[in-house]
């Protein structure tokens, strides 16, 4: 019997696309990878590049470069990273403007070609970029899920180890909420090796620390002055890719459509979902404190403005 090859497409084949293409090779999670973008040649000669790693990773997949749609067709998982990346002094609300019209151009395309993909939006803003595809691809809400919690649990989980001078995959840590300065890194769930951090970190260590998680990207915004960070942003991608596509069920921070979970309605926000082969498969609910819930609604606040000025 034949068995159907996995198939993941990437658009944008920028920092965070040929990333996540890197990552997705090194950890063969898929037999087929297609790079798309708007600059053709980008993509083609990216691709290329890619593919000749291969013999030295152990790759034995097909990696193409592309600007045409028909190529992405029936692709299991479409990661979006088109758009523009963030320069010194912008937010990722300065983004939306811009990205909003790229990604449903993308989107429209893609999803005529894969009608049963999962989509992984990556894009900033990523919670009204990631609304911009749900409504866009018309796909059910399990189809659609957003980066961004992934990216910051490992830096909260990286802050923590470095201050406590242990193995970073020791530490347990999760972080909600809105990708953007209202983000909820939970104290009271961190732990390093079952242990809570509060056990051993005082609160202005804990404090500073979640202060430089919520400010961590634009802290590599500034030193980088022409981009963003893409290195964790595409492992993040590909970790969330891989649950998806070998039906793993990992419970990982991702936006997701909420309807009546944590007492939200309407939004995409990060959350712990299980991510499986028909995508998010399950929101993780857990009762949050009065203090959890508060800092919360912050965000749902910033992401419901987001999403307004998508104008969808
Ligand atoms: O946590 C997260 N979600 C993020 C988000 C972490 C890091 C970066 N994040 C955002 O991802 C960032 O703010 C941007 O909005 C995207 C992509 O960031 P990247 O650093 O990869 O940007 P690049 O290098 O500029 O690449 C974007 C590519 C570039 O090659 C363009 O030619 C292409 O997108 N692009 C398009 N491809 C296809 N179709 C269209 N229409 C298109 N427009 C631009």
């Known amino acids: 019997m034949e068995t159907k090859s996995r198939k993941l497409t990437i658009i944008g084949a920028g920092a965070v696309g040929c990333a996540a293409a890197q990552w997705a090779i090194s950890r063969n999670i898929c037999e087929e990878i297609v790079l798309v973008d708007v600059v053709e040649g980008l993509a083609v000669g990216k691709a290329l590049d890619l593919s000749q790693s291969a013999p030295l990773c152990g790759f034995s997949g097909n990696i193409i470069g592309t600007s045409d749609y028909a190529l992405t067709k029936d692709s299991d998982v479409i990661i979006v990273t088109a758009g523009l990346a963030r320069k010194p002094g912008m937010s990722r609300d300065d983004l939306l403007e811009k990205n909003v019209q790229i990604v449903k151009d993308v989107t429209q395309k893609a999803a005529q070609n894969s009608p049963n993909a999962c989509f992984i939006v990556i894009t900033n803003p990523i919670d009204a970029m990631v609304y911009t595809v749900f409504k866009v691809s018309g796909f059910p809400k399990n189809k659609v899920v957003g980066m961004a919690g992934v990216l910051d649990s490992a830096r909260y989980r990286t802050f923590i180890a470095k201050e406590l001078g242990v193995a970073p995959k020791d530490v347990s840590a999760l972080v909600m909420g809105i990708h953007g300065d209202f983000m909820l890194p939970l104290v009271r769930l961190a732990t ?11 609160k202005e260590k804990i404090d500073a620390i979640v202060k430089r998680t919520q400010q961590a ?15 964790t942003p595409g492992l993040s991608a590909i970790e ?23 007492g939200i309605s309407g939004v995409f926000l990060g959350v712990p979902v299980v991510l499986g082969k028909n995508g998010v498969e399950k929101i993780v609910e857990f009762e949050l404190t009065s203090e959890e819930k508060e800092l919360l609604s912050r965000s749902v606040e910033a992401v419901k403005k987001q999403v307004e000025a998508t104008g969808l």
């Open 192 to 202: 390093v090796g079952g242990i809570p951090i509060t056990e051993l970190l005082s």
């Open 217 to 231: 990207g634009a802290e590599i915004v500034g030193h980088l002055k022409t981009g963003s960070a893409f290195v």
């Open 240 to 262: 969330m890719a891989q649950s998806i596509l070998n039906d793993e069920k990992r419970i990982l921070p991702c936006a997701a459509y909420l309807e009546g979970e944590f």
